[in-house]
């Protein structure tokens, strides 16, 4: 019997052929709410495909009563109801470790770009301000304690180049883990480090983690980074303890509400630095996190083994 799966986004092109070439599979794709909602009531889904767009609650599991699995092309899992899915014996696949080089390797050039204020400098080349030079201030990274919250797969790839650069690494994490870095209580991390920086998933317990009780601890001269989720920040007292100088900058590639609002003011500090959620976007790593889903998906539907860890029906999400 074919098997149904409804892609709520596209995947990459490689992705699409595995779908395409596999046995018994029909491929619909639901990509706007019209087309959606036509699948959902005429058509009977056996899985779902996401990259992190599509919403998938208790709502849309009601409507979809043969569901089997729900997979994500990608490590976080917020915009799926693990917990419900797990509820309804639902599978939840998503691509474990598949983003972990390119999210490390974003997190420090962002940060280096922030903490040698690159941006702004070649903003000034850009714009036939050279003699402009003189007012130039950065700094650079050797030395500095870089605090890492959330020793995952990202953080332990991000602690060992800030090691590599000369940094003194200390972390926090839900639980100490096995790593030749000191662990810190969270109060202590943010008072010692001169870079933060977060790697951990978006739970009720890690909402508005970083806030102004957060921001009054860090030094004044601290920088805060952010490639994990948008929410683990307060993004309204975090804009106030940039404006009053209670950190000295922020750099990120997610942000609470995505895109922000055109007049955020947070996009207006000339001490800040957003990228459009993006740091899984090389090609590399794209393909990757959509390969392994769909061979996963393939994989379980057909009753054969899928990869070990990529079924993750967990109450609560890890540290990515």
Same mark, same amino acid.
């Given at each position: 019997?074919?098997?149904?799966?409804?892609?709520?986004e596209?995947?990459?092109?490689? $992705?699409?052929?595995?779908?395409? $070439?596999?046995?018994?599979?029909?491929?619909?794709k639901?990509?706007?709410?019209?087309?959606?909602?036509?699948?959902?009531?005429?058509?009977?889904?056996?899985?779902?495909?996401?990259?992190?767009?599509?919403?998938?609650?208790?709502?849309l599991?009601?409507? +979809?009563?043969?569901?089997?699995?729900?997979?994500r092309?990608?490590?976080?899992?917020? #915009? %799926?109801?693990?917990?419900?899915?797990?509820?309804?014996? %639902?599978?939840?696949?998503?691509?474990?470790?598949?983003?972990?080089?390119?999210?490390?390797?974003?997190?420090?050039?962002?940060? +280096?770009?922030?903490?040698?204020?690159?941006?702004?400098?070649?903003?000034?080349?850009?714009?036939?301000?050279?003699?402009?030079?003189?007012?130039y201030?950065?700094?650079?990274?050797?030395?500095?304690? +870089?605090?890492?919250?959330?020793?995952? @797969?990202?953080?332990?790839?991000?602690?060992?180049?800030?090691?590599?650069?000369?940094?003194?690494?200390?972390?926090w994490?839900?639980?100490?883990?096995?790593?030749?870095?000191?662990?810190?209580?969270?109060?202590?991390?943010?008072?010692?480090?001169?870079?933060?920086?977060?790697?951990?998933?978006?739970?009720?317990?890690?909402? #508005?983690?970083?806030?102004?009780?957060?921001?009054?601890?860090?030094?004044?001269?601290?920088?805060?980074?952010?490639? $994990?989720r948008?929410?683990?920040? @307060?993004?309204?007292?975090?804009?106030?303890?940039?404006?009053?100088?209670?950190?000295?900058?922020? $750099?990120?590639?997610?942000?609470?509400?995505?895109?922000?609002?055109? @007049?955020?003011?947070?996009?207006? +500090?000339? #001490?800040?630095?957003?990228?459009?959620?993006?740091?899984?976007?090389?090609?590399?790593?794209?393909?990757?996190?959509?390969?392994?889903?769909?061979? #996963?998906?393939?994989?379980?539907?057909?009753?054969?083994?899928?990869?070990?860890?990529?079924?993750?029906?967990?109450?609560?999400l890890?540290? @990515?």
């Open positions: 019997m074919s098997k149904n799966i409804l892609l709520l596209t995947v990459a092109d490689e $992705a699409m052929q595995l779908l395409e $070439a596999a046995e018994n599979i029909q491929i619909l639901g990509f706007d709410e019209t087309t959606l909602l036509h699948y959902i009531s005429t058509e009977r889904i056996d899985a779902i495909i996401t990259r992190g767009k599509g919403q998938v609650r208790t709502d599991m009601d409507k +979809l009563t043969h569901l089997r699995v729900i997979s092309c990608g490590v976080g899992l917020d #915009n %799926i109801d693990v917990s419900e899915a797990t509820k309804r014996n %639902i599978k939840v696949v998503n691509a474990p470790n598949s983003n972990a080089d390119t999210i490390a390797e974003h997190t420090i050039a962002i940060l +280096l770009m922030l903490q040698r204020n690159l941006y702004n400098a070649i903003t000034m080349v850009k714009e036939n301000r050279w003699a402009d030079r003189g007012t201030i950065g700094d650079e990274s050797h030395g500095k304690t +870089l605090g890492i919250i959330g020793m995952g @797969n990202i953080g332990r790839k991000v602690a060992k180049i800030g090691t590599s650069l000369g940094m003194n690494v200390v972390y994490s839900a639980k100490k883990e096995e790593v030749p870095y000191p662990f810190l209580d969270f109060d202590a991390l943010l008072s010692t480090s001169d870079s933060i920086s977060l790697h951990l998933p978006l739970t009720p317990q890690t909402e #508005n983690l970083l806030n102004a009780s957060a921001f009054s601890k860090m030094k004044s001269n601290a920088l805060l980074v952010n490639t $994990a948008g929410g683990i920040i @307060n993004q309204k007292e975090l804009y106030s303890a940039l404006q009053n100088k209670k950190i000295a900058g922020f $750099a990120a590639d997610v942000l609470a509400q995505e895109p922000p609002d055109t @007049n955020d003011p947070l996009l207006q +500090l000339d #001490n800040v630095l957003i990228t459009a959620h993006l740091g899984s976007l090389t090609k590399t790593t794209y393909t990757k996190m959509c390969t392994m889903t769909v061979d #996963n998906t393939l994989a379980i539907l057909a009753g054969a083994q899928p990869m070990a860890n990529c079924i993750y029906n967990r109450n609560e890890s540290t @990515n």
